[in-house]
Every structure is written in C-alpha cells, then in structure tokens.
C-alpha cells in the first residue's frame, strides 16, 4: 500500500468527529473499502464493527475503534 493511501485513509478518520452520523459512517466505509482493497481483512472487520458501534450509539466504543485504526494503519508505512 502507498504512503498516499495511508495518508488518504488517516486524513479520512480524521475527519470522521464532525457531521451527521450518516456522514460519518459513510467516512468510516470509505475506509473499510481501503482496507478491503489493501487485502487488510483484519483492519476491514475493525472498521465494520467501529460502524456498528456508531450506529447504535456505543460513542466509546466508535472512539476506542477509530483510535485503534489509527494506530493501526499508520503503522503500515
């Protein structure tokens, strides 16, 4: 995977505590899709459940995942 990706994908979670919770989600699939293509299941399936936990409303939980894929792929440069 390219440094632009990487970029790409972090500037994406970034951006990911400002908006509507569609608007949000929407971002977060942005990035599962990535991941996807990046053949990172792993990071894919985090992605997916940090979703499911904005979408019902588990605010820790959606925080602790967009954290944990932070760290996770910026450490894939």
Do not use: C, W, Y
């Not at 400002?18 to 990071?43: F, N, Y």
Request: charged residues 30%.
């Amino acid at each position: 995977m390219d440094a632009a990706r990487i970029d790409a994908m972090l500037s994406t979670l970034n951006a990911s505590d400002v908006g509507t919770l569609d608007s949000i989600a929407e971002k977060l699939e942005q990035v599962r899709g990535e991941l996807v293509l990046a053949s990172q299941p792993e990071l894919a399936e985090r992605a997916q459940a940090t979703i499911a936990a904005l979408r019902r409303g588990d605010v820790a939980e959606f925080k602790r995942g967009r954290a944990f894929l932070q760290s996770k792929i910026g450490h894939l440069r």
